[in-house]
């Protein structure tokens, strides 16, 4: 399995003002996913980050709103810009592990995110 | 009709009894479903893997596919307040992964 660590773990931003957070894993993926969860809710994937390309967001979300950095093959950031507090939520970066289509999928620790 | 469909729960068994989870998926060229742990304030932890019709054990846990039907379940033997949690299934069809909304599981001591 991958180990995938997120930073920061939580914050309480204003209104307005952006986060950046970073997810590190301890190797090599193709692809790497952002994800948020919003209380009492399920999973909503928000992009797609593949190096060396663009990110693919789902449909929902845009790049001025959750840019994403995928510098290489172990690291991410996904920003949330411009926050109000229908952003609080808990932000997932995800990795599969394996080489077949019968790939598992890993999540990091998570970051809960509050805007007041 | 839902990509992945679970029954919300909440899910209430006394300790020591048998948790049956649910789950249907609508595509049928689903080729991987999982089972995943989440506590609350904690992110999803795979507890489960199947890949082919039938019954694959793992300790107190089992899960059950069937592809025909498009139904996937978790068995927990024996269960145990520490398995109090939201427990998500989730389906892959070449690498996209279509998760329910969880059915939230309460063991009572």
């Known amino acids: 399995s991958a180990v995938i660590s997120q930073k920061p773990s939580r914050d309480i931003c204003q209104r307005g003002t952006s986060l950046t957070i970073q997810c590190q894993v301890d190797s090599q993926v193709t692809m790497m996913f952002w994800y948020r969860q919003q209380p009492g809710q399920s999973l909503t994937l928000i992009a797609t980050a593949n190096q060396g390309s663009e990110a693919t967001y789902e449909s929902g979300f845009v790049i001025d709103k959750f840019p994403i950095s995928r510098p290489n093959l172990t690291f991410s950031t996904l920003t949330v810009s411009n926050m109000s507090p229908e952003d609080s939520s808990i932000y997932l970066c995800?990795?599969?592990?394996?080489?077949?289509?019968?790939?598992?999928?890993?999540f990091g620790p998570g970051t809960r995110l509050t805007v007041l | 009709q839902k990509e992945v469909e679970q029954n919300s729960g909440p899910l209430s068994v006394p300790e020591g009894a048998i948790a049956s989870l649910n789950c249907t998926y609508s595509d049928r060229g689903s080729q991987s479903f999982f089972w995943y742990r989440q506590y609350s304030g904690k992110s999803p932890e795979l507890i489960m893997s199947i890949y082919s019709n039938g019954d694959k054990e793992d300790g107190r846990f089992t899960a059950q596919l069937n592809k025909a039907s498009q139904y996937v379940s978790l068995l927990i033997r024996d269960s145990q307040p520490s398995d109090s949690a939201t427990y998500l299934c989730a389906v892959n069809l070449n690498n996209d992964m279509r998760f329910g909304a969880g059915t939230r599981l309460t063991v009572k001591p």
């Open positions: 995800s990795v599969f592990s394996g080489g077949s289509s019968y790939n598992e999928q890993f």
